[in-house]
């Protein structure tokens, strides 16, 4: 991503609450920890009313933290786990209130590939893995797990 984006000036990163930010937050301190003391925009977006999936029970909102301009910027979305694609469809549905950006990219820590219900694809990925239905791919952090951690169960 550094090599695409050289030096963020145009670019934003956007981590998708609430496990994306783990992630972002992350991703955000090794870029200025490889680039020094660059200008960096980074916000979070909750897309709990933007989901399409059947509400069993009630959906609390997380913050959305967007406290700059996506108009005509590249923008990085970052999620933990891609897998249907329908977070990510959410996403770009919220994000789109918030301006209209010249480019959106996908960076995940982990693809799940062959489960994809829409047609999205990651440009930026931590690692692939093929799964079938029945099984999960649980993140843990070391800020609401103790431990850095991937687990296919």
Known sequence: MIENHISFENTVLIGIQPRGIYLSDKIVQEILNEL???KLNYG????TFYRDDPRKEFHVANQ??????IESKKVVLIDDVLYT???????MDA???FGRPDKVELLVLIDRR???Q???????????????ISQKVKV???ENGGIDEVQLI
Not at 85 to 91: E, F, P, V, W
Not at 119 to 126: A, F, L, N, R, T
């Open 36 to 38: 020094g003391n660059i």
């Open 44 to 47: 979070k977006l909750d897309i």
């Open 95 to 97: 994000l789109m209130d």
């Open 140 to 142: 843990q952090w070391q």
């Open 85 to 91: 694609g329908r977070t990510i469809r959410a996403a």
């Open 64 to 69: 959305t933290d967007i406290a700059f301009s």
């Open 114 to 116: 062959y489960s994809r």
């Open 118 to 132: 829409l047609p999205i694809q990651p440009d930026y990925v931590g690692k692939s893995i093929d799964s079938i």
